[in-house]
């Protein structure tokens, strides 16, 4: 990830991520970049813009940087992608991104009185008219919905509002802010969040034609394919790395700015293994261990992995006390697929028999009917 500033114009109630002062990053950085890679890697390589608000870096920046970063690594296949609040989006940048094929992940919290009330007066409209603006230029754009102790109680609305517009769905649930007097003051409840999830399931297989709830689909992928196939359930350490504005590296974008997670500078063109022997890199390895130990009995360790150690070790000041407090919401989702599974797998026509596979009397669509459409996709 490539974090060019972690400043926002926007003033969303629970961010956690957003510097006023943030400095916007310099094209040099993204020629260190190039360098630094053309030593580390030849595996395939997602360069995610995310911030702060990265369309703060401007017009000038996305041509030059997407340019160096396409002809800088010959030997790798090099994909983009970008989330943004598309408040700055004009006809200039969607033309910049339509050239290099780059999907854009925005934020929208539900319909637009929801969404101001969490996100601010404003945003609803300002992110519309960058949405109309990328798709008249053919950007794939989808939303993250960013569920909070308020909005979990309008997620009916919320889902009609998606269902209605044709937006695809990514949930986020609203964290416990580390900076501010009340860091509960929006975050979702784990149980809730649980429940939620639940929820969403019973929505993707009432509208099952109709929605696409991505994280639903990656929990249903996970359980099917025994391994987590978003960062959240799979031990993401050395798979992603973010770099801030200033060059820094970081385990991944939710440090950047957490001076105690830099493991590197790009200018110093680090290996893999500097960045893994660096503080930040041995408290990330030290996560992994203690998972192992401590979700060893879990029947869902191989694709939980104990979720996101951002969300378990950042409240603590870096000290392992636990696993990712969502936990009880992970495995309460598993535990429900798991077991819907198993009753419709013992409701199907035993193997070998035409319509193995699939549910009997197959009125509604199950679990296996989402995992066998997922599969497929
Ligand atoms: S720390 Fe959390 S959000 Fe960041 S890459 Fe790892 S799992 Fe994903
Ligand atoms: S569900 Fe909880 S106990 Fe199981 S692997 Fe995930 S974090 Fe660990």
Same mark, same amino acid.
């Given at each position: 990830m490539i974090i060019p500033t972690l400043g926002c114009p926007s003033q969303c109630k629970y961010c956690w991520s957003s510097e006023e002062t943030s400095p916007i990053m310099a094209i040099e950085t993204i020629?260190?970049?190039?360098?630094w890679l053309n030593n580390?890697?030849?595996?395939?390589?997602?360069?995610?813009?995310?911030?702060?608000?990265?369309?703060?870096?401007?017009?000038?920046?996305?041509?030059?940087?997407?340019?160096?970063?396409?002809?800088?690594?010959?030997?790798?296949?090099?994909?983009?992608?970008?989330?943004?609040?598309?408040?700055?989006?004009?006809p200039e940048l969607a033309e910049i991104f339509?050239?290099?094929?780059?999907?854009?992940?925005?934020?929208?919290?539900?319909?637009?009185?929801?969404?101001?009330?969490?996100?601010?007066?404003?945003?609803?409209?300002?992110?519309?008219?960058?949405?109309e603006i990328a798709r008249s230029h053919g950007l794939v754009v989808r939303y993250i919905c960013t569920f909070t102790n308020h909005s979990y109680q309008k997620r009916d609305e919320i889902v009609q509002f998606f269902l209605k517009n044709g937006f695809v769905l990514k949930l986020h649930p609203a964290l416990p802010s580390l900076r501010g007097e009340n860091p509960k003051?929006?975050?979702?409840?784990?149980?809730?969040?649980? &429940?939620? %999830?639940?929820?969403?399931?019973? /929505? +993707?297989?009432?509208?099952?034609?109709?929605?696409?709830?991505?994280?639903?689909?990656?929990?249903?992928?996970?359980?099917?394919?025994r391994r987590g196939t978003v960062c959240t359930f799979a031990d993401c350490m050395g798979s992603t790395f973010a770099i801030g504005p200033d060059?820094?590296?970081?385990?991944?974008?939710?440090?950047?700015?957490?001076?105690?997670?830099?493991?590197g500078t790009v200018y110093d063109r680090p290996t893999r293994e500097?960045?893994?022997?660096?503080?930040?890199?041995?408290?990330?390895?030290?996560?992994?261990?203690?998972?192992?130990?401590?979700?060893?009995?879990c029947p869902h360790i191989r694709y939980c992995r104990g979720g996101c150690p951002y969300n378990a070790i950042a409240p603590t000041d870096g000290e392992i006390k636990g696993v990712d407090p969502h936990c009880i919401a992970y495995k309460k989702i598993f535990?429900?697929?798991? &077991?819907? %599974?198993?009753?419709?797998?013992? /409701? +199907?026509?035993?193997?070998g028999m035409p319509g193995f596979g699939m549910p009997s009397?197959?009125?509604?669509?199950?679990?296996?009917?989402?995992?066998?459409?997922?599969?497929?996709?």
């Open positions: 020629t260190e970049i190039v360098s580390f890697s030849e595996e395939r390589v997602t360069f995610t813009f995310h911030g702060g608000e990265p369309l703060l870096a401007g017009p000038n920046f996305y041509r030059e940087a997407l340019a160096i970063l396409s002809a800088g690594l010959p030997n790798t296949r090099t994909e983009f992608a970008i989330q943004t609040n598309l408040w700055l989006m004009t339509a050239a290099y094929n780059v999907p854009i992940g925005s934020s929208i919290d539900g319909p637009q009185e929801l969404n101001d009330l969490q996100r601010g007066d404003g945003y609803f409209q300002k992110n519309m008219r960058g949405y003051e929006w975050a979702l409840d784990p149980l809730d969040y649980g &429940d939620l %999830l639940i929820y969403l399931l019973d /929505q +993707s297989l009432l509208y099952f034609n109709e929605i696409e709830i991505m994280n639903i689909n990656d929990l249903v992928r996970g359980v099917f394919t060059g820094s590296i970081y385990p991944c974008y939710r440090f950047v700015g957490m001076e105690q997670y830099v493991m500097m960045l893994l022997q660096s503080p930040a890199g041995k408290l990330m390895a030290a996560y992994r261990d203690f998972v192992d130990i401590a979700c060893s009995n535990d429900e697929i798991t &077991d819907r %599974l198993n009753t419709e797998m013992l /409701q +199907s026509p035993p193997m009397q197959p009125q509604k669509p199950g679990v296996m009917a989402l995992m066998h459409k997922v599969v497929m996709q």
